[in-house]
């Protein structure tokens, strides 16, 4: 197991509601904002949404914004993300890591992370 463990994936239809969570061993990501991302065959990884150390200030992308809800305990090393109402178009691999520093806003590039990637989460959305 690596440092990152995503779960919670699954196949959803349009208007349900998905939970994902990602643990961090290892290096103390309470110290640290985490974000999530999400993949597609042949695309870059992109931000999904981020939260800072404390747990507040969360952070979306324009495309998951008033639909997907991130959270975390302060200090702990476990992020979620609430998926409601989503779409097609929200059918990836969802990752989560570590920012360089405090806040979100830091980690919008994923390759301002800090862990080595984990598996990932795949979600399907069936309309």
């Known amino acids: 197991q690596g440092p990152l463990t995503e779960s919670g994936g699954g196949l959803v239809h349009t208007g349900g509601s998905l939970r994902l969570a990602c643990t961090a061993t290892?290096?103390?990501?309470?110290?640290?904002?985490m974000a999530w991302y999400r993949q597609t065959p042949g695309q870059e990884r992109i931000f999904v949404a981020g939260?800072?150390?404390?747990?507040?200030?969360?952070h979306y992308a324009d495309s998951v914004k008033g639909r997907f809800t991130i959270s975390r305990e302060r200090g702990k090393n476990t992020v979620f993300l609430q998926m409601t109402d989503p779409k097609p178009e929200d059918t990836a691999a969802y990752f989560c890591?570590?920012?360089?520093?405090?806040?979100?806003?830091?980690?919008?590039?994923?390759?301002?992370?800090?862990?080595?990637w984990g598996q990932g989460t795949l979600v399907t959305v069936s309309s």
């Open positions: 939260i800072n150390l404390i747990g507040a200030s969360p």
């Open positions: 290892g290096r103390t990501a309470g110290n640290f904002a």
């Open positions: 890591n570590i920012c360089n520093g405090p806040v979100s806003t830091m980690c919008i590039r994923a390759r301002d992370t800090r862990e080595v």
